[in-house]
């Protein structure tokens, strides 16, 4: 009865912790733009809430160049993912404030269109980092994952019950 019940917790463990999500929505997409290859991905919230993390030419090298903005928002096309479809707004490539308002750049299935954002509205980023200089990153989402994932070890493993009294009596 023991066996079976710690099988079952093992299991019940490292099910959620498979199961829990990370932040992302989807995996890095290569694209090329200027003849350099870039790792493309999108974050979602607010530019208040993002602003200290990504909003830099490290992860939005058009931040503060619109035309460069256009260009990187017409390279990533419309298939590859990321919120677009029904002619809904992609992701913006926001390269601007003014005043409160993000001011960016978003791809849909029919064209390229203005998507401004007031600072505290939660919208979709994106954003990309040459692809030779990409790291993976290691974000809150990963924390439970890795908590399930060890407490099933802990209870597969378990502590084991050692006789120690045929040691003693050497």
């Known amino acids: 009865m023991v066996k079976f019940k710690k099988i079952f917790l093992a299991l019940v463990t490292v099910a959620l912790g498979a199961t829990s999500s990370g932040a992302m929505a989807i995996a890095d997409v290569p694209i090329e733009v200027g003849g350099t290859i870039y790792n493309f991905n999108y974050v979602t919230g607010s530019y208040t809430a993002l602003s200290s993390t990504y909003f830099n ?7 503060g160049d619109k035309a460069s903005a256009i260009d990187f928002a017409t390279a990533i096309g419309v298939d590859l993912g990321y919120p677009n479809n029904s002619g809904s707004l992609g992701p913006s490539f926001a390269h601007n404030l003014i005043g409160s308002v993000v001011r960016g750049k978003a791809y849909s299935d029919v064209g390229l269109y203005t998507n ?33 994932l060890l ?3 802990f209870i597969i493993l378990g502590r ?11």
């Open 116 to 148: 401004d954002a007031n600072v505290d509205t939660s919208n979709s980023y994106a954003i990309i980092m040459p692809a030779s200089a990409a790291v993976p990153e290691i974000d809150g989402a990963l924390i439970p994952q890795v908590g399930l």
């Open 57 to 63: 030419t490290t992860y939005m090298p058009w931040w």
């Open 160 to 170: 084991r019950k050692e006789n120690t009294e045929p040691m003693l009596a050497v």
């Open 151 to 153: 407490a099933g070890l």
